[in-house]
């Protein structure tokens, strides 16, 4: 899912090419992608961009006629951009912005359908989109530590938790993790005032860090490989691979469709964490250790 790094850059380059341009038509290719009913999205038809805006995970388009459409890529949900007018992609296509300068084709590679839609009227009705997380390269250290500790989560939990913090998903938050050599299991009621510190600036540091490197990959280009596996991560999507710091293997927790990736050196003492279905199914044969891991599987697992 494009988090908050991606997000960013997305509406920076939509900004420069739709600001002030007229939106001619909405095409949709698929009807699951609209959630909204009144206004509808003809409503949108003729009408002038005043401004792109990231609300979360979300992009929001501002209409001269006081219309908002909010734009949730989800999790394979991706935008490109065409000069002049571009057909629908027939295989992942689910909509097309058809401005007078271009076109913004809006792609799903997913059958499950989670890319959304919305049409609103009035720069009120934005707050329903709102989750209420907090803006992490626009606060105080102060209020990062009451955001943080006032629910008992683990760490993974709360930094991905859009109530708490903003536009931040699985991939950034195991970034942001190593970056503050913290346990992903670690629960905030349990963060000394030194470990908070050092989690509130390698939030800060580690987007500013992604934002910076999509801005320079794209430049004055559209970003069109949006991925949440990148190759100059420490841990996220590097299971088995050296941890850059330390070159101990990167170790997974892996639940439901997501996984974890940590340093076990860096991050927990060497401890390696319990997978839940492996754990379970070895029992007391799960390594406890990332020395164990390396003794018993010869290097890195596999």
């Known amino acids: 899912m494009p988090e908050l790094p991606d997000v960013v850059v997305y509406v920076e380059a939509l900004a420069a090419r739709i600001v002030d341009h007229r939106l001619q038509r909405v095409r949709i290719g698929n009807p699951f992608l609209v959630r909204s009913v009144d206004p509808p999205v003809s409503s949108l038809d003729g009408t002038t961009v005043t401004g792109v805006e990231r609300l ?64 609103v009227r009035g720069r009120d009705q934005l707050v329903a989109f709102d989750r209420g997380g907090l803006e992490t390269l626009a606060c105080d250290l102060a209020t990062f530590r009451e955001r943080l500790t006032n629910e008992n989560h683990t760490l993974k939990r709360a930094l991905t938790d859009p109530r708490l913090f903003s536009g931040i998903g699985n991939a950034y938050s195991d970034e942001i993790l190593h970056a503050a050599q913290l346990s992903p299991l670690m629960l905030t009621s349990r963060l000394s005032s030194e470990q908070i510190e050092r989690l509130y600036h390698a939030v800060r540091d580690t987007l500013a860090i992604w934002i910076d490197r999509h801005r320079m990959a794209v430049g004055d280009g559209f970003p069109e490989k949006v991925t949440a596996f990148r190759p100059e991560m420490a841990v996220h999507g590097r299971y088995g691979q050296p941890c850059p710091t330390c070159e101990s293997p990167v170790q997974r927790i892996r639940y439901a469709e997501n996984e974890v990736n940590y340093c076990a050196t860096c991050q927990t003492g060497g401890k390696v964490l319990a997978d839940r279905a492996f754990s379970r199914l070895l029992k007391e044969d799960w390594p406890r250790s990332i020395d164990e891991w390396e003794d018993r599987l010869g290097g890195a697992p596999s």
């Open 56 to 119: 979360g995970k979300r992009i929001v388009i501002a209409c001269d006629t006081d219309l908002f459409a909010v734009v949730h890529l989800m999790v394979a949900g991706r935008l490109r951009w065409r000069h002049g007018t571009a057909a629908i992609p027939k295989r992942n296509g689910v909509a097309a912005f058809d401005f007078d300068n271009g076109t913004v084709l809006f792609t799903e590679a997913s059958k499950k359908r989670r890319a959304s839609l919305h049409v």
